[in-house]
């Protein structure tokens, strides 16, 4: 998979009263996580998180998990 592929990966995206920041949690990728100052910055922070995740996972002969989806279409 390539790192451009980073936009894929579903994206939670909370304010964190204690730190001040917006953090952007990626579900299908356990402990990958980024902040920003705005929601905006905090997503652009996590595809980048994203890629160094994926990155360490190869580096480490982990299998790296396919983006899906938790949202169901009718």
Known sequence: MATSD???????IYWSPSDSVFIA???DLPGCL?????????????EVA?????????E?????PAPRS???FA
Do not use: C, M, N
């Open 70 to 72: 938790s949202r169901a």
């Open 6 to 12: 980073a936009h894929k990966y579903e994206l939670r």
């Open 25 to 27: 949690e990626v579900p």
């Open 50 to 58: 994203i890629g160094l995740w994926i990155d360490s996972a190869r």
């Open 34 to 46: 980024a902040h920003g100052r705005t929601p905006t910055e905090a997503a652009a922070e996590a």
């Open 60 to 64: 480490f002969g982990q299998v790296v």
